[in-house]
């Protein structure tokens, strides 16, 4: 009986510090989006609020930070492996710090559907876990609209003969009711995907207008308003290297190639702001 008793004693203590752990320090998450297609990058920001009137020390090991997937409909989505989370710094009490982690890489999200994520943070001075609430997301299909393979230097050594990649534009509905293009690279049969990246929103009726370089850059023009014009610039890659924005003045803007291959846009009236191309910081407090 005596044995019984302590141990639901030690079970108490247990419950009573996670209890007061959560409440002196608290773990949320936010997304940029909350439908991805995929292959897509998923970034998830980790906001870790500190109220326990000391100073935590996180991140000085692999395990203070650590994430779950499910499946809405009950199964936990495979992992591939840990996403690097390993970065030692101090949160000050009544600080806030954000941890910027991609979950693509490392969780199996190629069939779409709907998601929910949490993230567990693991305080090594107290022995204790604060879980977060989840956040929900998906993962849809979208429509493909063009699609054209290439060459690329092979890096293997002793190998003459060129990878082949292949760009697809991807249109989907972003938050159900607003379309957004994409573009994706992948390998030849499309089975291994190199980057998927959003490059805005468009219009219903338009048609994007594709063209490569000799350096193997993707050259896009699309319609994203009534009366303007996106133009991007893709690497082989799929990084946006290049993003202008063009209004319709006198003339629709038009990809436009020279006897050299090399292509701009002719017609149309380039904005001074256009929009930029932002790298978030993978920890801001």
Sequence with gaps: MLVLMKALFLLLGIALTACLASAQVSVGLTLDQEHFLPGESVPVYVHITNRSGQTLHLGADDVWLSFMVESKDGPVVSKKSDPPVYGPFDLGTSEIATKRVDLAPYFALARDGGYKITATLHIRDWNTDVTSAPQDFDVIRGAELWSQSFGVPNSRAGSARPDVRKYTLIEANYLRDQLRLYI????????????????????????????????????VLYQDGASTFIYAVINPDGQIVKRDKYDYANARPRLRQDDNGNISVFGGLLRTDAPAIVTPAQVAR
């Design 184 to 219: 994706q690279v992948t390998d030849e049969s499309s089975a291994n995907v190199i980057r998927v990246r959003a490059i805005g929103p468009m219009i219903s009726f338009g048609q994007p207008e594709a063209q490569m370089d000799p350096a193997s850059d993707l050259h």
